[in-house]
């Protein structure tokens, strides 16, 4: 994730995850292995990593204006989440 770099029109990434669910195995996972690439490639990007107990995995993306786009992230791998974040971050 190190080079992947998040730009305009995307303003904000939120994930929302389960602690210990298996659901959220897979986020957990790639955040433990890319969080600190991505914050150092994106030092000043809001990327925000809400955990709650019992939640579904998902990732929301803001983009200009206001509009929010998100995806599931339910028993998804690491890699897979990888390829979500690419995807939502070029939907606009």
Not at 38 to 46: A, G, L
Request: aromatic letters at 6%.
């Amino acid at each position: 994730m190190a080079g992947v770099r998040l730009a305009a029109p995307l303003r904000e990434l939120r994930i929302h995850l389960c602690q210990k669910g298996d659901s959220s195995k897979g986020i957990r996972e790639f955040l433990q292995q890319n969080y600190v690439g991505m914050k150092k490639t994106n030092p000043k990007f809001p990327i925000l990593v809400r955990e709650c107990s019992g939640v579904q995995p998902r990732l929301w993306a803001r983009f200009d204006k206001g509009v929010e786009k998100s995806v599931s992230l339910n028993n998804l791998s690491a890699t897979d989440v990888l390829g979500q974040i690419k995807t939502i971050s070029g939907a606009c």
